[in-house]
């Protein structure tokens, strides 16, 4: 009992000294930045810091922790969890639709898992090419939202050239030739596209949560297809359009 006693009492005596000597970081960080920090947030930086740290490199973690904020950022699993049960409450039609639209990007990888047992690079061009033809249509509602002169959303040229992208990103991965990289791209245009609808305030509740669902699903099935592709034996050499390969054959040829 008497040590548990004296070792209280010295972390309190330690707690203490190292409160009085943040006093002058915050008298320094007034000083250049002309913001007032609590004897409280110094205590708490002066206990959580490393006491091997000199002088101005304590200055300079108080400054940066001082102008970071104080409110940590939500995880994303965290986010999706608390966003996405909203879309129960959206209109049977978007939500019968939207999830019967998760079948052509779940198809493709369990039919080369269960049916095929093997990669197949065609069946794995036409998942990436629906995925193309899903993120144009993602870009077509901000411009739906943009167009009516009393709409929500400016037809400025943020909204407008953000409605673009898109199709173009779509498009540009389509044509790389080989469906590993074009199922890629397709995945980091769908989850772009739901960043960006994310900071869109004016589209309903159901719709950020249907959105984020829709997302997450199509995501995962065409990274589970990557996956398959690292995994499995191939059926065949990787697909090429007509055009890409003729090209091709030609430059080898000169």
């Given at each position: 009992?008497l ?107 369990l039919?080369?898992l ?10 794995a ?61 397709t ?56 055009g ?11």
């Amino acid at each position: 009992m008497l040590q548990l006693g004296a070792r209280c009492l010295g972390s309190n005596i330690m707690l203490q000294c190292k409160a009085r000597s943040a006093v002058p970081l915050i008298n320094s960080l007034n000083g250049h930045q002309k913001c007032q920090v609590s004897v409280h947030q110094a205590r708490l930086f002066s206990v959580t810091s490393n006491l091997n740290l000199d002088y101005k490199d304590q200055i300079k973690q108080l400054k940066k922790a001082v102008s970071s904020g104080t409110e940590p950022v939500k995880p994303l699993i965290s986010f999706l969890k608390a966003e996405i049960p909203s879309y129960k409450s959206a209109p049977d039609a978007a939500k019968y639709l939207g999830l019967g639209g998760l079948v052509p990007f779940v198809l493709p990888p369990l039919h080369c898992l269960f049916i095929l047992h093997m990669y197949d690079p065609n069946i794995a061009y036409l998942q990436a090419l629906y995925g193309g033809c899903i993120l144009s249509f993602l870009g077509g509602v901000r411009w739906g939202f943009s167009l009516p002169s009393n709409g929500p959303l400016k037809p400025d040229f943020n909204n407008l050239s953000i409605s673009v992208a898109p199709p173009l990103i779509a498009w540009g991965g389509l044509m790389l030739g080989s469906p590993g990289l074009s199922i890629f791209v397709t995945m980091c245009g769908l989850s772009g596209a739901a960043y960006l609808d994310s900071k869109v305030k004016a589209y309903p509740k159901w719709y950020h949560g249907l959105r984020y669902l829709l997302t997450v699903g199509a995501v995962s099935s065409l990274f589970l297809t990557l996956v398959l592709k690292a995994l499995l034996k191939s059926k065949d050499q990787e697909y090429l359009p007509e055009g890409v390969a003729e090209a091709i054959r030609k430059a080898r040829q000169s």
